[in-house]
């Protein structure tokens, strides 16, 4: 059960697209290495401008070029930020591809010769290699609000895993609505994740609200029978109708399996609601009454807290991974117990710990790959965040690494 509580409009400077008219020039933002001064290569762009932001731990620890260019192709109505980094347009052909995994389980990717030093890009027909690089899509968002609440563990989560490429999205404009600046968000996190997947990265989303797990998987494509472990003190599966406090962010599953925003996830490139026997629900405690008979009449699989930290989750993650080919791990870090501090507004009593987290994710890694993983609602900012400032990053990398 998550209750809205309101927030300000937020205004400065984003890294962001400008979409105009089909005859318009398209503003695209590159991130880039801090470290990387470098030549980019030679394409139909102009460098324009280069910012450097500051390195304190606290800041976005990454350089980005504006770049102006021609648009060359309307197959999207919203092209990702690595989009702008593209070897050629024929790469578009495999947006929804996942990366191939080997006999050994290890992802794999084909070595393509490309302009930017920081993206692999995997291409059709070439030598395969094994994959490391981890690309991480920072979304500071919460309820369409820039940085505050639970977007403010963002920044501290994108950069938790060493040696990972950060790309910050955010949809264009300064006025900022709940529902369209958060779908136009999920398009740009769709086919950001796309991208990364079809270079044979891993995927990895951090944001201020749980819905952007929808986005991730939509960018997944089709290919694999795609399963969700979603671990969160909530249900996040309340529909407009039953959810009488309106909050978006209590929606986020609800709209993975198609239960409601009918209209707009199935506008996601690659999107296919995932069949509810494909998902494992764990550490869901605080649930509405209506959410709660909706959830009990849903073959979703539950995974409660006591069986959870008693380590019984065998049987309920043999039956998951037999239902699947591949897994989209999603942590609301509210799962955690508040004894390891305050995640966010809507922390809930008897939680996990982190290595009951950390548990779960290795066994099920080690019977079906991750192909992604989401993390969410980190309000880092509250007086009473307690250990999690080192616990939280921390478990980002060990889920990480799990997946790798």
């Not at 989401?374 to 999690?388: I, Q, T, V």
Request: with cysteine; net charge negative.
């Amino acid at each position: 059960m998550k209750r809205s509580t309101p927030v300000g409009p937020v205004f400065g400077p984003v890294h962001e697209y400008e979409r105009n008219r089909e005859d318009a020039e398209e503003h695209v933002a590159e991130p880039v290495r801090a470290d990387d001064d470098g030549d980019r290569g030679t394409r139909e762009c102009t460098l324009t401008t280069h910012n450097r932001i500051d390195q304190s731990p606290c800041a976005w620890r990454l350089g980005t070029r504006y770049l102006r260019r021609r648009r060359t192709s309307t197959r999207r109505q919203v092209v990702a930020l690595p989009s702008a980094i593209r070897a050629a347009s024929d790469q578009r052909g495999r947006a929804s591809r996942l990366p191939e995994v080997g006999a050994d389980g290890r992802r794999r990717m084909h070595a393509v010769r490309t302009t930017s030093r920081a993206f692999p890009v995997r291409g059709d027909g070439r030598d395969a290699c094994a994959v490391t690089a981890v690309e991480v899509l920072a979304v500071p968002l919460d309820s369409g609000q820039l940085d505050v609440r639970m977007a403010s563990g963002v920044p501290l989560l994108a950069h938790a895993v060493d040696g990972a490429t950060v790309h910050q999205l955010v949809p264009a404009g300064v006025w900022r609505l709940e529902l369209r600046t958060t779908f136009a968000a999920h398009q740009l996190v769709a086919a950001a994740v796309s991208d990364a997947a079809g270079r044979g990265s891993l995927p990895v989303v951090v944001a201020g609200d749980c819905s952007m797990a929808v986005a991730a998987v939509a960018g997944l494509g089709t290919e694999q029978r795609v399963g969700v472990l979603w671990m969160d003190a909530h249900g996040d599966f309340n529909t407009p109708e039953t959810d009488v406090r309106g909050y978006l962010d209590g929606q986020g599953l609800a709209m993975l399996v198609g239960r409601c925003w009918i209209a707009h996830t199935t506008a996601l490139e690659g999107i296919v609601p995932v069949p509810e026997q494909r998902v494992l629900l764990a550490g869901a405690r605080d649930l509405d009454p209506l959410e709660r008979a909706a959830l009990e009449a849903s073959p979703i699989a539950r995974l409660e807290v006591r069986q959870w930290r008693d380590g019984l989750w065998e049987d309920a993650v043999d039956a998951f991974c037999q239902a699947v080919d591949a897994v989209h791990v999603h942590l609301d870090i509210d799962v955690l117990d508040p004894s390891f501090g305050i995640a966010n507004d809507y922390a809930a009593a008897d939680g996990v710990r982190p290595g009951d987290v950390t548990a779960l994710v290795r066994s099920i890694a080690g019977r079906r790959p991750i192909v992604s993983l989401s993390f969410a609602s980190w309000d880092r900012d509250r007086e009473d965040a307690g250990a999690l400032v080192d616990i939280v990053p921390r478990l980002v990398r060990e889920l990480v690494r799990a997946a790798g």
